[in-house]
């Protein structure tokens, strides 16, 4: 039976390190870093994420200020506030939620962020930072699981790592953290040919992909660390049934409850091949708020 790498411990961990930078910043007599959120429109999945960010803010002493727009906002309205903020001396780190409502440019509102305040790590000045291996401030989802695996002690130097996904935000970055640390990386996608081959050369695999149960435990190297990145909702009773053979309380939970969330990895079988697995939810879910909170600080003690 695997280790549970539990994301949630760490996650805690990580924002314990982020409170105490805060204390010495307070303590050395300077203001607790700033935080803005920008949340354009109504999306129900980004109103909770905003909630929890400003939640896990008030918790390490990091000040979150909120701009809520409506969802008509026209782009150089949008634009203005972000160079507002870009201006303002009370702010160390701007992040504008995604997505955006449509008719406005996410990359534009992205690339308008100063990227000392960047602290989403999606500016292509800290983008092209990271990919030559230079300080910056670096996407949270994988800078945090980087964070999970030091933790926890996983090798990475001369290993084989496969990321599944090449998205901006996990994939991209994720491989470059890695390639960083001398793992052996192989990004995979939806094109690669032989998927489950190319997987199960893996000692670590990372997916990160947003399809439910994709990796099968036939898929993994026994022995492997396996990262979950996905995050998904699973709604149909026969697909539920077919990635949850081995796990019978997410099964119970689909029918009773109409839904459940689950990985991209067939958690039960992977608990069963694997040495290591983070879980869904209670794995990368709550790290990646964790990194955020880590970035406003560096931000804010200019850092990097
Ligand atoms: P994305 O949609 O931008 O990218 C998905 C990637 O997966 C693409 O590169 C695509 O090529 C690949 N892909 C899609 N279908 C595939 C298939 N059948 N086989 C192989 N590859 C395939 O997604 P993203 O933003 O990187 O997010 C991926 C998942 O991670 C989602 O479930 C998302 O909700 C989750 N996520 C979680 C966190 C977190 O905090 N834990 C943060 C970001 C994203």
Not at 161 to 180: D, F, N, Q, T, Y
Not at 221 to 248: M, S, T, W
Not at 275 to 293: D, E, F, K, M
Request: charged share 20%.
């Amino acid at each position: 039976m695997a280790t549970i790498l539990d994301g949630k411990a760490h996650a805690d961990r990580m924002l314990e390190t982020v409170r105490q930078g805060v204390e010495v910043r307070l303590a050395k007599g300077l203001r607790a870093p700033g935080l803005a959120v920008v949340l354009v429109g109504e999306d129900p999945a980004s109103q909770v994420y905003v909630r929890n960010k400003s939640a896990a803010c008030a918790k390490v002493g990091i000040t979150s200020i909120e701009h809520r727009l409506p969802a008509d906002t026209a782009q150089a309205d949008l634009d203005a506030l972000i160079d507002r903020l870009n201006a303002d001396s009370g702010v160390d780190g701007i992040l504008v939620q995604l997505p955006l409502p449509q008719g406005l440019d996410s990359k534009r509102a992205l690339h308008r962020i100063s990227p000392a305040k960047d602290v989403d790590g999606f500016h292509p000045v800290n983008q092209g930072l990271l990919l030559e291996g230079l300080p910056g401030l670096r996407p949270c989802t994988p800078s945090a699981c980087m964070s999970l695996l030091a933790h926890h002690g996983v090798e990475l130097k001369g290993i084989r790592a496969v990321v599944l996904g090449r998205s901006e935000i996990v994939g991209k970055p994720m491989a470059l953290m890695l390639l960083e640390q001398h793992a052996t990386v192989t990004i995979a996608h939806s094109r690669t040919k032989d998927l489950a081959g190319i997987c199960r050369e893996a000692d670590l695999l990372v997916a990160a992909v947003g399809r439910p149960g994709l990796v099968e435990g036939s898929w993994i190297k026994p022995g492997a660390v396996v990262v979950d990145v996905g995050i998904n909702r699973v709604e149909d009773e026969i697909l539920g049934g077919r990635i949850f053979a081995q796990e019978p309380k997410k099964l119970d939970t689909l029918r009773t409850k109409g839904g459940v969330l689950c990985g991209d990895v067939r958690y039960g079988e992977a608990m069963a091949v694997a040495s290591a697995v983070t879980p869904v939810p209670g794995g990368v879910g709550p790290l990646t708020i964790a990194g955020l909170l880590t970035n406003a600080l560096a931000a804010a003690n200019r850092e990097v």
